[in-house]
């Protein structure tokens, strides 16, 4: 057998379920890849001594023959999932010293499940960027930084960059990510690894460290198309604690991977072919819609109208929940404090030290966005945007089974020369936007490689609550893809 650290979540699963390794052996093997390679920055805190733990009581449930769904898996877990006992950040300096008296709904089933977590992973700070560089942790570095270069360092895109380095770098053998506008997809398409950010309500966003509410989403990341779908099937399902939770049954996943997509209509949107979109990400994406129809599918254009407000919109819509959501930062509620002479003084201190200039920028857009005189120009307007981003999508699933795109419209980029102005850090989200804002499954997986080596993604998105057609598309572009390409930095 290779290395138990080359073995993807469910090849672990089915080497656990023979007696071929155990929990122990793989946590250990993990956990030596962690110490390994710390240079690349993607865990904001190990845990490796309630993970031994954890792997030893996962060994003895499986002798007594009560082995769960995940049991004995070593896992990542982003550090915005609060955690009970283990100190949760957000990468932000505000939550420093933070640790949970309760454990996110998500992060218990995964226990719950029998999945080993390795520790916290390293994120954009409140998840706002794509980059990783706005954590108070320091930057994570994308595996696929080349060995010969270590100078021209890449950026694991955001914000669940510690995740999908982790993953690509064989730390762990699946991650949680979050996604708002694209943190799961596009650090998925930058690592060269596979992600889903699931129907809105499709897992609880209980415990949770909210970003902005309407559009926040957890889902997994992992190195294929079955890992994910065995990792959301264990973190799915209905939470009365999230009152956006939607009550319906978790199907079986692994189950829609069937291998056939004869007959399925895969929808191309005319509007994800902007001036300037680079040859290599359209050649991919040709190449895709020829994979899919090779195997029986039939691309079909579609118009999906109002797109291009789809960035404008997030850019409202979000920033103005954050702004509601961050106020309970203010050293009295949550949140290091730092003491002042009056109360309004120590808010401004606290906010002022605590937040990075990312999240202070959000926050100065959202509260002008929802205060009086300009909530109807703004706020108000982009909420009826939304609707008709909303709106497009429906049209267009009545023609089609599932959407194919690109992920990112580049591949990951320097970390030292990522851009500098906000507004183009924004624009790595504009495929992956829309689908947030109409609350649809999305998928990224690698197709391929740019001319300089580097992962590139393409995207599925697919009808409310149809993960399994998105699973089953995917699981057949991936055979044809054949990505096997690996990181060349660790
Ligand atoms: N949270 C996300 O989905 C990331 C997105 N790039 C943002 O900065 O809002």
Same mark, same amino acid.
């Given at each position: ?20 390794? /155990? ?27 309630? !993970? ?5 009581? %996962? ?27 283990? @100190? ?16 996110? &709904? ?6 719950? !499940? ?32 080349? @060995? %010969?270069?270590?100078?021209? @360092? ?28 694209? /943190? ?17 309500? #499709?897992? /609880? ?72 979109? %680079? ?19 039939? *691309? ?86 939304? #609707? ?5 999508? #429906? ?9 194919? &795109?690109?992920?990112?419209?580049? *591949? ?9 102005? *906000? ?23 690698? !197709? ?43």
């Amino acid at each position: 057998m290779s290395a138990l650290t080359d073995l993807t979540l469910a090849g672990a699963r089915d080497a656990l379920a023979r007696g071929e390794t /155990s929990a122990v052996e793989l946590t250990r093997a993990f956990l030596d890849r962690v110490a390994a390679h710390r240079a690349l920055n993607a865990f904001i805190t190990e845990t490796a001594e309630p !993970a031994l733990a954890a792997a030893a009581a %996962s060994d003895a449930r499986r002798k007594s023959g009560q082995a769960g769904a995940m049991d004995g898996l070593p896992i990542g877990v982003k550090d915005l999932f609060c955690t009970e006992g283990v @100190r949760t950040t957000a990468a932000s300096k505000i939550l420093g010293d933070f640790t949970p008296p309760y454990e996110s &709904t998500v992060s218990a089933k995964l226990k719950a !499940a029998g999945a080993i977590s390795l520790g916290k992973l390293n994120l954009d700070e409140f998840a706002m960027g794509s980059s990783n560089k706005t954590s108070a942790f320091g930057p994570v570095v994308n595996p696929w930084t080349r @060995r %010969s270069d270590r100078s021209a @360092r890449l950026v694991p895109g955001g914000s669940s960059g510690g995740s999908a380095a982790a993953v690509a770098a064989r730390l762990v053998l699946g991650a949680t990510g979050t996604d708002t506008g694209g /943190s799961i997809r596009q650090p998925a398409a930058f690592c060269g690894i596979t992600g889903i950010k699931p129907t809105y309500g #499709r897992c /609880s966003r209980w415990g949770i460290v909210a970003f902005a509410s309407s559009l926040d989403q957890a889902g997994p990341m992992a190195r294929t198309v079955r890992d994910c779908a065995l990792m959301l099937g264990s973190m799915a399902g209905f939470d009365p604690k999230d009152s956006t939770s939607v009550d319906r049954a978790v199907p079986d996943f692994e189950a829609a991977l069937t291998g056939d997509i004869r007959g399925l209509r895969v929808g191309i949107p005319r509007q994800y072919r902007p001036d300037g979109l %680079s040859a290599e990400i359209q050649a991919v994406w040709d190449q895709g819609i020829d994979w899919l129809r090779q195997a029986g599918a039939e *691309p079909v254009e579609i118009d999906l109208p109002h797109t291009k407000y789809a960035l404008p919109t997030y850019y409202i819509v979000a920033p103005a929940e954050a702004s509601s959501n961050l106020a309970r930062y203010d050293g009295l509620r949550f949140g290091q404090r730092v003491p002042g002479k009056s109360l309004d003084e120590m808010y401004a201190k606290t906010r002022a030290a605590g937040f990075g200039p990312e999240v202070r920028r959000r926050i100065m857009i959202g509260t002008y966005v929802l205060s009086a005189g300009y909530y109807d120009a703004y706020y108000a307007k982009a909420q009826k945007v939304r #609707r008709l981003i909303a709106e497009d999508f #429906r049209q267009a699933f009545e023609r089609v089974d599932v959407i194919l &795109t690109p992920t990112a419209p580049t *591949p990951a980029f320097g970390l030292d020369d990522s851009p500098a102005d *906000p507004v183009t850090m924004w624009l790595n989200d504009v495929f992956t936007i829309p689908t947030s804002l109409a609350g649809l499954p999305g998928l990224s997986l690698p !197709a391929g490689l740019s001319g300089d080596g580097l992962p590139l993604g393409l995207q599925l998105i697919g009808r409310p609550f149809d993960e399994e057609t998105v699973f089953r598309v995917a699981g057949v572009m991936e055979q044809a893809a054949g990505f096997d390409a690996r990181p060349e930095g660790v």
